[in-house]
């Protein structure tokens, strides 16, 4: 990634127009790489190739059709050795931006449907190419285009012409599996449909569940919930505001075949509901708190802080004395702060609990990470003993 600050000059009549391939020297005019052009983003040049990789490989060079095909496959062909997908779960990340080379572009896999997430210029300029590469993979029937609006506003483009390729014969909604549990999933739904990135932290949860009372706030279409249950939970309660993700939740109960007498969804702020159920003495063996992204920017984090501490302290009184409390972030902003364990002390004061730490994680192996973009990291999730 070049960002706008460090361009010195741009070399060339007539200039560079947003999606053009342009090639990045350093100040004394030795190649660097080659890339994709934005003129009015902060992310001036995205890198395609640098220039070892280049003459390494020049097939690509200055070619994103032969590239675009090259790095998609490679993508695959990791999945593929990671594993995905399996006889037990066919909900995977294919794509997953700069840990995969292609930054701006994400591309998630529900079954035989793969929905393609546009947060960059150049995703918009070459969606035939990208959806060609897609469709070629043997199980994909059908591909689904979400736009990052607001970022992609951020890109220069004009929103009029975010139109798909094919306009589509997909599917409203599908059903996948993940670790033998079934998920009816709505296109509709956050992000593109599923949180594909905590399945290796959901199948944790059914690890630690036999025999116990959980709780799962802010639970979505219940995956943490139904792992509990399926781990051998003696209760399960599942809390969210959102209507229809909580309609999702109880169709994947009845999917799985799961005793409504031993799971249930409630519809109610995460806070309000904790403080009631504080106010009625109530506790759990596990809690669960995974709330959707509460510091989208670096610069409203401040503010979010006191957010996560009211949720966690909450959350850590509620939690019975040697229980458990797994706590999410998936806020870029807060896990490359460093502050979410600092926060997680705080609310232990607040609560006058004493915590440590058993686990840290963060997204499942298919959604990678280039260290030399560690902006890519985003998901915390620590499990606590509380006291």
Not at 120 to 135: G, L, N
């Amino acid at each position: 990634m070049v960002y706008s600050g460090a361009v010195d000059r741009i070399i060339g009549r007539p200039p560079p127009r947003t999606g053009d391939i342009v090639l990045v020297a350093d100040g004394t005019e030795k190649p660097i790489g080659w890339g994709l052009y934005n003129s009015v983003s902060m992310f001036c040049v995205r890198l395609m190739q640098l220039e070892e990789e280049a003459t390494r490989d020049p097939l690509c060079v200055l070619n994103m059709e032969k590239l675009l095909e090259a790095r998609i496959d490679a993508a695959r062909e990791l999945r593929k050795s990671l594993g995905l997908p399996s006889a037990n779960t066919n909900v995977y990340r294919l794509v997953n931006s700069e840990g995969d080379r292609l930054s701006g572009l994400i591309v998630d896999v529900f079954g035989d449907l793969a929905v393609i997430a546009s947060s960059a210029a150049w995703v918009e300029k070459y969606k035939q190419e990208i959806e060609d590469c897609i469709s070629r993979i043997d199980e994909i029937n059908h591909v689904n285009w979400r736009p990052s609006v607001e970022i992609l506003k951020e890109e220069g483009i004009n929103l009029s012409d975010l139109k798909e390729v094919h306009p589509s014969a997909c599917p409203e909604r599908t059903k996948v599996t993940e670790n033998g549990i079934f998920y009816a999933i709505s296109l509709e739904g956050q992000k593109t449909g599923f949180y594909a990135d905590q399945r290796e932290n959901r199948q944790f949860i059914s690890t630690i569940s036999d025999g116990q009372k959980v709780l799962d706030i802010c639970c979505y279409t219940g995956g943490f919930a139904l792992n509990a249950a399926r781990g051998g939970a003696l209760n399960v309660t599942g809390v969210d505001t959102s209507l229809p993700a909580l309609e999702l939740a109880r169709e994947n109960m009845v999917l799985n075949n799961m005793d409504p007498g031993r799971i249930s969804f409630l519809r109610e702020d995460a806070i309000e509901f904790m403080k009631g159920a504080l106010a009625k003495n109530e506790s759990w063996d596990v809690v669960i708190v995974d709330p959707p992204k509460l510091a989208p920017r670096r610069k409203v984090l401040k503010s979010a802080l006191g957010m996560y501490r009211t949720l966690n302290s909450l959350a850590m009184q509620l939690t019975r004395r040697g229980g458990l409390l797994m706590t999410c972030s998936c806020s870029g902003a807060m896990t490359q702060s460093g502050m979410f364990l600092p926060t997680l002390q705080g609310a232990a004061s607040m609560a006058g609990r004493k915590i440590t730490v058993l686990r840290q994680a963060g997204a499942a192996c298919d959604h990678p990470i280039d260290p030399s973009y560690p902006e890519g990291t985003y998901l915390s999730n620590i499990l606590l003993r509380v006291l």
